[in-house]
């Protein structure tokens, strides 16, 4: 079990620094793309961060906010 939560914890983690290496290369500050994509500044840090889980929908529009597919963020 432990395993799992590992692999799935660095997952998170590679997800969410890709995220935030995106939205830098955009110039979009954290306010800046909370507010686009609707959602708290706070989340968009856990997001970035690998210390939330997301909805497949929520990977979807951060691709699209980020104007990238999905598979250059997963």
Known sequence: MTEIM???QKTLNEIG???RR???SKN????????KLEIE????????KGR???T???LVKIANTLEVNLKDIV
């Open 28 to 35: 979009l500050s954290i306010q800046e793309f909370a507010d």
């Open 56 to 58: 497949i929908g929520t």
């Open 41 to 48: 500044y706070n989340n968009v840090i856990r997001i970035e």
């Open 22 to 24: 995106l939205r830098e």
């Open 52 to 54: 939330t889980n997301f």
């Open 17 to 19: 620094t890709r995220i």
């Open 6 to 8: 590992l692999d799935k």
